[in-house]
């Protein structure tokens, strides 16, 4: 079985779920996701209201493995990361960025600063916009107007927008959303 | 002191402060003294699940158990020792400690975002009577915040249009609610969300802050101040509009024009029977029969319990400041879920649906 190379954040998994297209994800690392008991608790928290968000805790410890034992260089990573940086006091982001940083992990997520700090940090991210792309040129979506479907599912299913430059980037029209 | 050791030693702190046995943790988390014991000391590293279930327990966040000081505050220090002095339970303690997170929490984003901390009057008292000076400053306060004698429905509310945080938390029977008064963070209060009478806790705290007479203030059950009471009096049921309301009543003493205007007013029983019989509405007789009568058990069976309240989202200082901090990246959303114990997914909509009215504007 090939090892798992990516952690995942909430965001992202909130995003294909509520959208309807976990699968996607699932197909396109099909080794697996890693995410932490942190992320696992705030999906724990929205599934109360948002029910399609039970799909990912279905994955839990199959396609989708947690973290929850953590090195003690992972700690003292994440208690640097709280201190050096405010906005990481609270909240998923440190243990996830600590766990990626130590473990060598491509970190996934959609949420701009975790985003610029990782890569500070010498962590490769990617996030909705490549895994649209990825997929898109892998033939697991199938044409330009599955594309636009899922994106503009994105949008009005799981309230996540793509920016105007990520549009671009999938060569779809700016007026889309 | 390497990290082990930091959280280590702040797990025995948080512990401590809000008066948790290892036993009493033990049994509550399902883990064994033993291994507690070694997460204190440093030995073993506490898995992050465990953090969190830690936190919500000792009512603080994860961060403090990394070492994080949050912005000092004697005043803070201050009401969490009041709160030990009256030997709480656990659970309640917890409550006033997260209450305190809440606060710092509020100082460090306003201070972040250049927003204002609310500017709220002073009302010296003198020798003169209790009564008189409530009266008077009831009135002021009435006409300050516009409110002629209209009700007020939902003084948390109105206070928090003039930024000054209501937070609402399950603080159990022992305490109804408390208040903090800073000169540098101005006022916060704190009201017990399982109690049904809020208008009258809020209108009783503002009173403490409107005296400054202490810093901070804490209403156990069965404590008392004069002042702050007949404030509560005044403030909410203004003799004018008492007599107006009651005239749509034929016949006081009907249970139903009772609960009815306990409902308006979001006051006691007690403290509206009281009212009426000041104000010569209710004779000396029926005064003690109705005192007597379980009124509020009648209400229930009626019209139901009070639908439980949410903490957090009721605070709009609190909304406000989460929620323009995200969106200008002081803080994430992962961040702002835990600050609001909502989901992330949460914030996600809403921050989509302030960006669409946005667009629609421009």
């Known amino acids: 079985m090939s090892e798992i190379c990516f952690i995942v954040d909430s965001s992202t998994l909130s995003n294909f779920a509520r959208a309807g297209y976990l699968n996607l994800l699932k197909t396109l690392f099909h080794a697996g996701l890693l995410t932490t008991s942190d992320v696992i608790e705030e999906i724990e928290r929205g599934s109360e209201k948002y029910p399609e968000l039970r799909t990912v805790l279905n994955e839990l410890h199959l396609w989708l493995k947690v973290v929850d034992e953590l090195t003690e260089e992972e700690q003292s990573l994440i208690r640097n990361l709280r201190i050096n940086h405010e906005e990481f006091e609270e909240g998923a982001d440190a243990s996830l960025l600590a766990v990626a940083k130590e473990r060598n992990l491509v970190l996934i997520t959609d949420d701009k600063y975790l985003k610029k700090v990782a890569e500070q940090k010498g962590v490769k991210v990617v996030g909705t916009v490549e895994i649209l792309e990825k997929a898109f040129n892998r033939g697991l979506i199938r044409s330009v107007e599955e594309l636009k479907r899922i994106v503009i599912d994105m949008a009005h299913m799981a309230r996540f927008r793509l920016k105007d430059s990520d549009l671009k980037r999938l060569g779809l029209s700016l007026d889309l959303l | ?362």
Request: charged content about 25%.
């Open chain 2, 1 to 362: 002191m390497n990290t082990l050791e930091i959280i280590g030693q702040r797990l025995r702190q948080a512990r401590e402060t809000a008066g948790y046995t290892p036993e009493e943790v033990s049994q509550k988390l399902g883990i064994t003294t033993d291994e507690l014991s070694l997460f204190e000391s440093g030995r073993q590293n506490p898995p992050l699940s465990l953090l969190r279930k830690l936190a919500k327990l000792y009512g603080v966040f994860v961060s403090y158990f990394y070492g994080i000081e949050k912005l000092k505050g004697e005043v803070f220090n201050l009401l969490l020792d009041k709160a030990k002095e009256l030997s709480l339970l656990p659970e309640t303690i917890s409550q006033v400690h997260r209450f305190i997170f809440l606060c710092r929490e509020i100082v460090k984003l306003r201070q972040k975002l250049g927003f204002p901390k609310p500017e709220i009057p002073y009302y010296t008292l003198n020798q003169e009577s209790i009564e008189k000076q409530a009266k008077e400053v009831a009135e002021a306060e009435r006409a300050r915040l516009g409110l002629g004698d209209s009700i007020v429905s939902n003084l948390g509310e109105l206070l928090e249009d003039i930024r000054i945080p209501v937070i609402r938390l399950p603080l159990g029977r022992e305490l109804s609610s408390a208040m903090v008064y800073d000169e540098n963070f101005s006022a916060f209060i704190l009201v017990n969300s399982d109690n049904p009478y809020q208008n009258q806790l809020i209108a009783y705290e503002y009173a403490h802050i409107l005296q400054r007479k202490d810093k901070v203030h804490l209403n156990k059950d069965g404590q008392r101040d004069d002042f702050s009471e007949r404030f509560v009096a005044h403030f909410l049921m203004p003799e004018s509009l008492v007599k107006r309301l009651v005239r749509q009543h034929h016949n006081l003493t009907d249970v139903w024009a009772l609960i009815s205007l306990r409902r308006t007013f979001g006051v006691s029983y007690e403290t509206l029977i009281s009212r009426l019989h000041e104000l010569g509405e209710i004779d000396k007789k029926d005064l003690n029969r109705l005192l007597r009568a379980n009124l509020w058990n009648l209400e229930i069976k009626l019209f139901g319990e009070p639908s439980p309240s949410v903490p957090w989202k009721v605070s709009k200082v609190l909304w406000e400041l989460v929620l323009t901090a995200v969106k200008h990246e002081f803080i994430t959303t992962s961040y702002a879920s835990d600050l609001l114990e909502i989901s992330p997914m949460e914030i996600q909509d809403i921050l989509y649906e302030l960006e669409e009215i946005e667009l629609s504007r421009s």
